[in-house]
C-alpha cells in the first residue's frame, strides 16, 4: 500500500536560513512524488514533482528536492527562506495523490 | 495553468440537512476527479475517484450513501453530503486531471469549508 511520513510535524527557522523538510514514502514501484504547499486561506499549490530521470528536482520558488530511492526520501530544500515560505507543506506519492501527514514551517523574521 | 474551482467555497447547514458542493474545471475537461477531506490542521484524505460517466470508487471507510458523488460531465463532479452532521463539518477538496495530459497534471480546487450546526 502507499503511504507517506513526514517525520516533523512542525519546523520553525530564521529568516535566511537554509530549510530542509524531510518526506518517506512506501510505494509498490517507481513512484510518483510531489510536494505541496497551502497557505492559510488558500489552495493547494504544486511546488515540484519527479516521475523519473534526474533525481534532483527543481521546483517553484527557489524549491528543490532529491528522490533517494535507497531511503525511500523525497525531501525538500531551500537554501534561504523567506517570512513568505510559512505556510503547511505536504509531501505526496502515487496516482490518486496519497498525502503525508503534513509539515507547518514558522519562520522567524 | 488549468483551473479549478469549487463552489460554494463556504457553507453552513442545520444538522440533517443535505448539501451539495460542486467541483467544476473551467478550461480543460476532466475524466477523473478525486475528493479529498481536510479536518483542521491534518492533512488530505483522499475520499474517493470519480470518473465522468461511471460511478465513484470509494476510500475504505468513506460511507458512499453518505457523500453522493456524481461526475456528470467532462467537466463538472458534485460532491452531496447527506443527512450533514456536526462531524461531517470539514474542508472538502477536490481535483481534476486534465483528459490530454499527462497523467501528472492535477489540478486542485481551492476548497469548500462546510459547518454543520
Known amino acids: 500500500a502507499q503511504s507517506v511520513t513526514q517525520p516533523d510535524i512542525h519546523i520553525t527557522v530564521s529568516e535566511g536560513a537554509s530549510l530542509e523538510l524531510r518526506c518517506n514514502y512506501s510505494?509498490?514501484?517507481?513512484?510518483?512524488l510531489f510536494w505541496y504547499v497551502q497557505s492559510p486561506g488558500q489552495g493547494l499549490q504544486l511546488l515540484l514533482k519527479?516521475?523519473?530521470?534526474?533525481?534532483l528536482v527543481q521546483g517553484i520558488k527557489g524549491f528543490e528536492a532529491e528522490f533517494k530511492r535507497s531511503q525511500s526520501s523525497f525531501n525538500l530544500r531551500k537554501p534561504s527562506v523567506h517570512w513568505s515560505d510559512a505556510a503547511e507543506y505536504f509531501c505526496?506519492?502515487?496516482?490518486?495523490?496519497?498525502f503525508g501527514p503534513g509539515t507547518s514551517l514558522s519562520v522567524i523574521p | 495553468g488549468a483551473v479549478v474551482s469549487q463552489h460554494p467555497s463556504r457553507v453552513i447547514c442545520k444538522s440533517g440537512t443535505s448539501v451539495k458542493i460542486e467541483c467544476r474545471s473551467l478550461?480543460?475537461?476532466?475524466?477523473?476527479m478525486f475528493w479529498y477531506r481536510q479536518f483542521p490542521k491534518q492533512s488530505l484524505m483522499l475520499m474517493a475517484t470519480s470518473n465522468e460517466g461511471s460511478k465513484a470508487t470509494y476510500e475504505q471507510g468513506v460511507e458512499k450513501d453518505k457523500f453522493l458523488i456524481n461526475h456528470a460531465s467532462l467537466t463538472l463532479s458534485t460532491l452531496t453530503v447527506t443527512s450533514a452532521h456536526p462531524e461531517d463539518s470539514s474542508f472538502y477538496i477536490c481535483?481534476?486531471?486534465?483528459?490530454?495530459?499527462?497523467?501528472?497534471?492535477?489540478?486542485f480546487g481551492p476548497g469548500t469549508r462546510l459547518t454543520v450546526l
Open positions: 510505494y509498490g514501484a517507481t513512484p510518483y
Open positions: 481535483s481534476a486531471i486534465a483528459r490530454d495530459r499527462s497523467r501528472d497534471e492535477q489540478f
Open positions: 519527479y516521475f523519473s530521470g534526474d533525481t
Open positions: 478550461d480543460f475537461q476532466a475524466t477523473t
Open positions: 505526496a506519492v502515487g496516482d490518486k495523490v496519497i
